[in-house]
Structure formats: C-alpha cells, structure tokens
C-alpha cells in the first residue's frame, strides 16, 4: 500500500533525527518486541530489547566520531576523519547483523551514499552476509526506500543510469580483482566499506581499501573470527591500533549464544588452546589457526642460550630464485645453531654470478655438505658447482616424502624436521624479521585420505599473504634434508685410520 505524502515526510524526519545517532537508528527502525509486523505476520524481534552490548558500544562510538567530526565541520575544519573499526569475535556473536544495520543506517541518513561490501569467500557473501541484510531489509521503517537483490543493495527511486550513484554492492574481490574500490570515490560525499571474515581476506585487497577512503565521508569496519597473528586483520590490532577503534569480544559475553557447548569447546580443546582463543574469546592465536610453525616456538628460538656445539656438521644450503622479487638464499646451520652465520640475500643475479658466490663461500666456511634445490633455476647453479670439482647434494622438494605415510612431498618433510627442531633446540638469527614472517606464516592441511602433512606451495603463501616467496625458511629447511655424520666422528675415525696405517708400518721392510 502506498504511503501518502504526510507519511513519507513523518519517515524521512524520524530518519534525519538519527544521523549522527546509529544506536537510536537501530533502537526505532526496527520492530523490537512488538508481536506481529504491519501485515500480520509474526516478528521475529518480538521476544528482543535491541542490540547486544559489544553491538551496542560499537554503534556508541560510531556515533559519537560522526558528532566530532561535524563539530569539526563547523568550527571550519572541512576535512573529515576517516572511521576505521576491527572487531575480532569468537563465533556466533551477531556479526552479520550489525554488518546490516551499518548498511541501512548510512544509506537511510545519508543520500547518495556508494558502498563495497566483501568477504573472504564468495560463499561467505552470498550465504550469510548478504541474506542477512534481506532479513533486515524487511524489517526496517523505510524499506521501500530501497530494493535488495542478490548483489546490490540501492535506492529504489532512482532510474537505473543513477543507481550506481546511491548504491551498495556485495561483491568478492582477490589481489588480482580490486575494481570493486577503484571508482568508490564519492566527491565529497559518503562512502563506506565493509570487511566481513577480514583475516582471510587478501593483503592486496586491504591495501587497495585504505586508497578508496580518500574523500569526503568515509567508513571502514572489519569484522572477523581471528584466525591468523598475522597479516592485516592482526595488524588492525597490533601495528595500526592508533588508527582503528578495536574490541575483542567473547562469544560467552552474548545473550544467544549457547554456553554449554562454548564451555565444552573450551574443555575439549584446553582453556589456552588456539581453538578457544579463536572461536570462543575472539582473541588471536599463537599461529594460525592452521599454521604449521608456532610464533611462541620461533620467538624462543630466537631468545634461547646458544650452546656451541663445534663437532656438529656444518651444512650449507641453497635456495635460487626464480624469477621477480623472489631470493637467492645461502644459508648455514650447525648443529642447533643457525644464529652465528648469517643468511647471504640476493636478488636478481645469474646463476653463472650465483654459482661464482657459492663457490667462494663453500672455500671460506668450508661446509661438510653443500645441498642446492634442483627445482628450476637452481640445476644450473648445481652444473656449475660440479663442473668446477664441488660435491654438491640436489634436494628436489617436490619429490615424493621418504615418510609417505605422514608426509606428501620432501618439502613436507623437511619444514617437520625444522619445526620440531625451533621448538626444541634450534637458535635463530633474531634480527631477522622476514625470516620469522615466513616462519610463522605458513599454512597446511591433511589430505583428505590418508591425513598426511600438507604444506601450502610457496605460490599459495604469496597471494594469500601478499609477502614475498618463503625463501629464507626454505633455505634453512633445506638444511634438513640430509644427515650429516658429525664432525668430531669424523675426525676420530680419520685419527684411527692414520694410527692404524702408523702400526702397519714395518720399517725393516722399506
């Protein structure tokens, strides 16, 4: 039924009281605990009072930085601070609700109001998110303002050459497409953003963001279970906290949530595991959720006592970049030592210039093995290193495992050998920081039959982090691909050899 024009106006005043108060939005525009909806049906709000409270404060606080910056606005500062939020949640929390009634609150109070809202996956988006701002779409005062389709969210009144121009768009973007923000310029008006999942959304998309929120009146939230330490989601709260309005919020601390089987989470999994941190309290685990080397492990590697051990071998490995910014990487370990020789780091360089370089450290710190991954470029370098008289070992890693009943490749294998030995004995150069990031940041998985160990490719790694190729940890992997007999061992066995040819020496016979 058509509202009349004194109808229309009573709606659109209600709506301009709340432009600077989305908590009073949210607490008027929807039918909280009224029985039944204009049409008789049943309301699904009857039995609720309103917003959580972590929803609550978000709401507060966004309202109060809208009043802040108009007063800005009228002592004569006409720039406009930029609203940046992160919520990092444990499960079940209500996050998609709020991701509506942020969309419907900025496009009711503001005209002409342009939009991007993402997540880290299509199905994400198209199953949770956006069918939730359908549910809340039908509930709100002014809903026939707009129209809901399955990826656009717009003005209903305007012709469709207009629409883009008060429009808010569902829509799951990668490192290699961010035409989503290109043209989300708004020309001094409102524009606003929205991460839904944010720690698996990709480094590159974040970067791309930040860029859109350049003019006029503009909005980020990100949202989120916090399932990796690192990358921007993490960042949010460590790096930038400065720029960003932060809350962890436990999954416990809301009213619809059952606490029985978060409590039994909690005492399956350990009251400090990873798994209660991330799906019960919303706070970041020591690794990613399924990160194969712990941050904990590395950083105690990092601080531990270095006992020299001088009769272990020394074993000097290889890693050759392929192409781009990848690394050339030469690196030694001794025994648990692998802080006393740092990494050598090239870039760029032949593997004629390359062979020349490992030539020469081999005769400087003359390693008792020398292992180079054979994989493209590197069986170049190999050629030149063995033409030139040097025993060097070739490690493809990704060869079958000599463990294939726990691991797929040697790659797998090797990563295992080196995570057991940064948890127990291993000492690592601390002043190294991309190092510890590609330490910490790789992913596995089981494979789906035999649930044996499965590392991410380094090609996986790089788009999903935006960080350069492994390089650095895969040189120091490296050097568990072999086993080395002990120098100390070496020179015994070389001694009694030498005693033994002087016993057998008869001098009446020369």
Known sequence: MALTLDQERQIAET?????????????????????????????????????ERWQRRLLEKLGKHIRENGLWHALGWFEKKVWRSARASGHGVGKSALVAWLIQFLMSTRPDTRGVVTANTASQLETKTWPELAKWHNLLLCKHWFTWTAT?????????????????????????????????????????????EASGIDAKVWEVA???????????FAFGNPTRPDGPFADCFDKHEAMFDLENIDSREV??????????????WGADSNEAKVRV??????????????????????NRELDYDPGAPIIMAVDVARFGDDESVIGWRQGRDARSRKQLIFKG????????????????????????????????VIDICRDRGYKIIEVHPGAMSSAPEHYVKVRDEIWAKMRDWIRTVGCLYADDPILITQLTSILYELDRHEQRIKLESKEDMKKRTGLSSPDRADTLALTFAVNIARRDVNMRNNAMVRREAVHEYDPLTH
């Open 210 to 220: 930040q860029g859109a929120l350049t003019d006029g009146e503009c909005f980020f």
């Open 349 to 380: 360089l032949s593997t004629v210039k390359l062979a020349a370089i490992v030539i020469d450290q081999i005769n400087r710190t003359r390693p008792d093995a020398v292992i180079i991954e054979s994989t493209g470029v590197g069986a170049g």
């Open 255 to 268: 009213s619809h949530t059952n606490k029985t089987e978060l409590n039994n989470l909690i005492n399956m």
């Open 152 to 196: 656009s969210y717009y003005f209903a009144k305007y012709p469709e050459d207009k629409r883009k121009n008060y429009m808010v768009n569902a829509v799951t973007v990668s490192a290699e497409n961010t035409e989503a923000f290109a043209g989300l310029h708004n020309e001094g008006k409102t524009v606003f953003i929205i991460f839904d």
């Open 15 to 51: 709506v301009a009281k709340y432009y600077d108060d989305p908590l009073g939005f949210v607490l008027n525009m929807y039918p909280w605990g009224e029985p039944r909806l204009a049409d008789g049906s049943a309301n699904p709000l009857r039995n609720k009072r309103g917003p």
């Open 281 to 302: 309290y919303g706070q970041f685990p020591n690794q990613a959720y399924n990160g194969f080397i712990s941050t904990d492990d590395v950083h105690d590697a990092c």
